[in-house]
Structure formats: structure tokens, C-alpha cells
């Protein structure tokens, strides 16, 4: 799945004709419960917004799942530091007893404790649930209607304006990445990783120079067309609000409520 790809579907799901506004609040209580519950609530919140995505808006799963994997990506780069401890003679180190699995490195063990374990875990799960109400967002909402939301909801046109610059910047910037890298590779670059690493920088110092011009060209365009202070963005589409939906929102939140207060409460 590319960015392309999102954008498209956001504008094809089968909940487009529902308002931003409500799609937007029902993610944020989400999201809310999602990183103040217990894990139990955020497994339910990342089940549940599957069914909302692939469900209800006929997202492939397979998108669904692709944009869950590459911010997941990061989790993964730093999961060693969260999992992985070096200990030497340290008197606060967990007891031998407490480790999961141990390497003996010389005078030194790595190990792998129960309690750091959990807390990857635990993590693992808040991002999941997180991750599955940012892919409700943008499935179901396209970027230029959010921002209409946005503004009802009183943020600041700056904020909005520079959100709409930098998503579009995003496809210009893959764009042109992506036709630099071909041309070198076509040009017999990438070979070797010193190579490698190599052409990556001078791809990365060429992308900084199309970006200032194509930065150039959208300011000059933006004068030529009488910018002022801010974007109009004009919207002729009509929403209709659903019963159906509303009452499953609001009678899962309060669901997921009710069940985080029998697991102990929120975690502040």
C-alpha cells in the first residue's frame, strides 16, 4: 500500500457519508481510552476498529494491515533497549530467578527480565489500539474534510493550513524520492553497501533541493492566485448521520468505560 492508495480509499469507504465531526470525536474518546486503559480495553478498542474499518467501511484488510505494520516497524527498531539488560555485579538488578532468558558474556549476563517483557508488552498494545484509531481516521476521512472538521472543532486555521501543506509535501516528496533512486539505480548506483550508503546521502541532499523548489514554485503559485492568510476550502458534499452507527458508538464506549472501571480504573 502506498500513501496514494490511502488517499483513494479514503475517498471510496462506505462511511464517507457519515459527518467528519462525529467520525473524529468517536476516534479521539477512543484514542483517549486507548492510551489511559488497561490492556484489556485496548484490545477491544484494536478489534473493534477493525470491524469498523474492514467492516463497515470496506477497507481491504490487507491495507488495514499494512498501515498497522510500518508504523509498527518502529516499535520493533526499539525493542532490544526495552527488552535486553546488561548486568555486572548491580545490586538493584533483578535476581536471577526474575529472567526470562540469559546469556553470560564474560563477567557480564544479558537477560531478558519478566517484568521488562510485560512492559513490552503492555506497549505493544497501547500502539496497536492507537494505530487502529489513526487507520479509522484516515480510511474513513479524507484529508481535505478533516481539516473543514478541524476548523468546526476551533483549531486554529494556521494549524490546519500548515497540515494541509506538509500532507500534500508528503506525495510530492515520495514522488520525487522515488524517481531519484530508480535514476540510480539505472545508472548503476547501489552497488556494495558503502555504495549504498553513499547514494542515499546524495539522494537525501538532492530530495532537500527539490523540495526547496518545488517550495518555491507552490509560494509563487499561491501569490499568483491572491493568497491571503489562509486556505478556503470550500465543501459541496452533504453528510447524513446514522442511528444505527451513533447508538453502537455510543453504546461501546460506554461499554468499554464500564469494563476499564472493573479492570481497576484508569491509569494516571
Same mark, same amino acid.
Given at each position: 500500500?502506498?500513501?496514494?492508495?490511502?488517499?483513494?480509499?479514503?475517498?471510496?469507504?462506505?462511511?464517507?457519508?457519515?459527518?467528519?465531526?462525529?467520525?473524529?470525536? %468517536? /476516534?479521539?474518546? @477512543?484514542?483517549?481510552l486507548a492510551l489511559a486503559g488497561h490492556s484489556v480495553v485496548q484490545l477491544l478498542i484494536f478489534l473493534w =476498529?477493525?470491524?469498523w474499518v474492514v467492516g463497515y467501511a470496506r477497507i481491504p484488510l490487507r491495507s488495514h494491515l499494512l498501515f498497522l505494520l510500518?508504523?509498527?516497524s518502529f516499535f520493533v527498531a526499539g525493542l532490544p533497549g526495552l527488552l535486553f539488560d546488561l548486568t555486572g555485579h548491580d545490586p538493584v538488578a533483578p535476581r536471577p530467578s526474575q529472567w526470562l532468558v540469559s546469556w553470560q558474556v564474560g563477567p557480564y549476563a544479558i537477560y531478558?527480565?519478566?517484568?521488562?517483557?510485560?512492559?513490552?508488552?503492555?506497549?505493544l498494545v497501547r500502539i496497536m489500539a492507537s494505530l487502529a484509531c489513526f487507520s479509522f481516521l484516515l480510511f474513513t476521512?479524507? %484529508? /481535505?474534510?478533516? @481539516?473543514?472538521?478541524?476548523?468546526?472543532?476551533?483549531?486554529?486555521e494556521l494549524?490546519?493550513?500548515?497540515?494541509?501543506? =506538509?500532507?500534500?509535501?508528503?506525495?510530492?516528496?515520495?514522488?520525487?524520492?522515488?524517481?531519484?533512486?530508480?535514476?540510480?539505480?539505472?545508472?548503476g548506483g547501489h552497488q556494495g553497501f558503502r555504495a549504498l550508503l553513499r547514494d542515499v546521502g546524495m539522494v537525501a541532499a538532492q530530495l532537500f533541493?527539490?523540495?526547496?523548489?518545488?517550495?518555491?514554485?507552490?509560494?509563487?503559485?499561491?501569490?499568483?492566485?491572491g493568497f491571503a492568510e489562509?486556505?478556503?476550502?470550500?465543501s459541496l458534499r452533504t453528510y447524513a448521520r446514522s442511528p444505527r452507527y451513533e447508538r453502537e458508538a455510543v453504546a461501546g464506549c460506554i461499554a468499554l468505560v464500564v469494563i476499564e472501571c472493573l479492570t481497576g480504573g484508569w491509569l494516571f
Open positions: 500500500m502506498n500513501w496514494q492508495q490511502l488517499d483513494s480509499l479514503s475517498y471510496q469507504n462506505r462511511l464517507r457519508h457519515l459527518p467528519p465531526v462525529q467520525k473524529l470525536l %468517536f /476516534a479521539g474518546v @477512543l484514542l483517549l =476498529m477493525g470491524v510500518l508504523p509498527l531478558v527480565a519478566a517484568a521488562s517483557a510485560s512492559r513490552a508488552l503492555e506497549l476521512i479524507p %484529508f /481535505a474534510e478533516m @481539516l473543514q472538521a478541524f476548523r468546526k472543532l476551533g483549531i486554529p494549524v490546519t493550513d500548515l497540515l494541509m501543506i =506538509m500532507y500534500r509535501f508528503i506525495f510530492v516528496l515520495l514522488d520525487t524520492s522515488f524517481q531519484l533512486w530508480v535514476a540510480q539505480r539505472f545508472r533541493v527539490r523540495a526547496m523548489q518545488k517550495y518555491r514554485s507552490l509560494s509563487m503559485g499561491m501569490a499568483a492566485r489562509n486556505f478556503q476550502v470550500q
